[in-house]
């Protein structure tokens, strides 16, 4: 659209206003043309813009209501303001128009940014002042938190079984939600997603339930970008397209799109730009996940359609050129640079279905090098693939191997999962992977980079799981230093019971009752962890370490837990101590000391081709 007719539009809608200066088809913003929020009245009419199709710029009226003083905290006002025109009509607050530029006296007032109540029949919208999102790209960034701790060891436990049964989420929501309330909260953000399996989309609306991130089915840029850990050259040229639809400039009122995932999967935040000055970008006015210092790559976006509904209206869009980074992300604003390049994390997912003739299916995506958001979109891409095997058929086996490079080390996983329908077995070995890179990538000793991330996994419709049913010692008195034989009982999936004999050693140092536990391999490792405790790794080898040890799935485990004084100090434990010294460890200040009175005995392992669940317990007396 031509600025002459958006021009025409505007001024038909505030034939008294000064005019907005306009240049190639968007309004012009500098610093000296902004109107200070203070001097408005109720009542007072101005304009805004934002694009509802294509790359044409739409202009709406903005009427005031009053000033919403502090809403944000001291000195932190937003405008209380009503909406009108005849998109705005139909559709209502957009999900997508966040940072809208909105205009009085022809001079820049700030950002559409904020909704209120849940199903108000009104336009009602807060704008954020553009004095309060011009100091964002100034903010310091925070010092990592190893300064804070000076090499100390990390305050948090870690422990191999949590990383198997933890949640995962953007830990970054909470930045959100703080910002929002019963009555205003910032209008919401559409994540347009392509090339997504919709089962793995419906989990990731799941996970993203009540943070303001609406996952919404969109266009993808339909170019790959090149798998490398490097910085990217991104373009100068900002004219592009997207899903057959051209794509608007980094301008004010066009849409910008925040890449999280890029390549056969693309995942982006689209929101609105407000200003821009020089190489200098400001967008949404307000926070989009409130992570402080963020690099993610910016582009341009095209908006194919506005979609009106009364459950909430969004933008349908797609990212199309990369032309710069975000750098910040912060509570009246996310900012960021022209000409410069994000780094991305390169993965790849290959999954195999072994047979007559075997399959194979993968993706080579790059997703952004955050702590919030590397796990999240990692779960979401293994999640993505492994629904494809067989046509969603739930249940099944599926064996893994994942390497995760980090800091010139790699950590290599290897598990087999297993379950009857209509449990997806596939989710759980995408959890993992993704709960192991969360801890790596969040952890508090060291400032870490995953260079790169390989993810293989095998699948069969075979439901290859049994069930231990039961499990006796081969005699209840035993001599220390001898071998004891224990019989099992496992019952397969839809199979007959098969009797198996495990062969245990008994430490030469215990006398009287020793406890013993038989089963799978993550109830083996519960039942260690009741011991260790969480442990508290002081360097990333120790963490590397820790997350390394898991036992096999497909595996029946036994292990001896003698009756022994000790102590756990960080990641160390320290068995049979003599009282003195055990009294000298515990008495050191600090919340990685545990007293232990029970160690780790002799374990063993039978290998199988089964994934045992299940555990029993047992005691037996040993005899000098």
Known sequence: MAWTSCLVVGLTLLSAAPPVAFQDGFPVTRRDQIFPHTELKRGDLGIGYTVFAEDQLRPFQVEVLGIMRGMLGPGQ????????????????????????????????????????????????????????????AGATVDPPLVQSWGGRGASRGVSTLALRERSLAPRGVRAQRAVASAEARPIDTPLVVSGLEPEALNDLREALAGTGLVPVAGGGSGKRRPSSAGPRTVSTNQADQAGAVKAAPIAPGSPIAAL??????????????????????????????????????????????TLASEAGSYKQGAPAREVGVVRHDRLTAIAGTLGQSARL?????????????????????????????????????????????????????????????????????????????????SAFAARDVANLVAMIADNELVPT?????????????????????????ARTRVKAGTTLPIYATLRPFRGPDRNVVLSLPIPKDVEGPLSIEVGGGVEIDRRDAQ???????????????????????????????????????????????????????????????????????????????LVVFGNVPFEVIVER
């Open 77 to 136: 006002d937003v405008v209380l303001t009503r909406l009108s025109g005849p998109e705005i009509e139909k559709t209502g607050v957009i999900a997508g128009m966040s940072g809208s530029p909105v205009y009085f006296d022809g001079k820049l007032l700030g950002a559409v940014a904020y909704r209120f109540g849940a199903f108000t029949k009104e336009p009602i919208a807060g704008i954020t002042p553009i004095s309060g999102m011009l100091g964002v």
């Open 260 to 305: 999280l995932m890029t390549g056969d999967v693309d995942i982006a935040a689209i929101g609105t730009v407000t200003m821009v000055e020089g190489d200098q970008v400001y967008a949404f006015g307000h926070p989009f996940l409130g992570g402080g210092h963020v690099d993610l790559p910016m582009a341009t976006a095209s908006i194919l359609n």
């Open 345 to 425: 994390v390169p993965v790849q997912v290959t999954l195999r279905r072994p047979g007559a003739k075997e399959e194979l299916l993968s993706a080579q995506v790059e997703i952004v090098e955050s702590p919030d958001w590397l796990p999240v979109m990692l779960e979401t891409i293994i999640g993505s693939v492994a629904a494809r095997r067989l046509g969603y058929e739930p249940g099944g086996t599926v064996e893994l191997l994942a390497r995760i490079e980090v800091d010139g080390r790699t950590l290599e996983i290897r598990d087999t999962y297993a379950a009857p329908p209509p449990l997806r077995i």
């Open 449 to 473: 980079k995953v260079s790169r991330i390989t993810v293989d996994l095998t699948t069969t419709a075979e439901v290859q799981l049994a069930t231990l049913i039961a499990a006796r010692p």
């Open 531 to 609: 011991v260790w405790g969480e442990r508290f790794p002081a360097n990333l080898d120790e963490l590397l370490g820790i997350l390394s040890e898991r036992r096999q799935g497909r595996a029946l485990h036994a292990r001896s837990y003698p009756a022994r004084l000790g102590a756990r100090a960080g990641a160390e434990l320290y068995l049979s101590l003599p009282p003195s010294q055990r009294a000298t460890l515990l008495s050191q200040e600090g919340p990685t000391q545990k007293p232990l009175t029970e160690s780790l005995g002799e374990a063993a392992t039978l290998p199988l081709d």
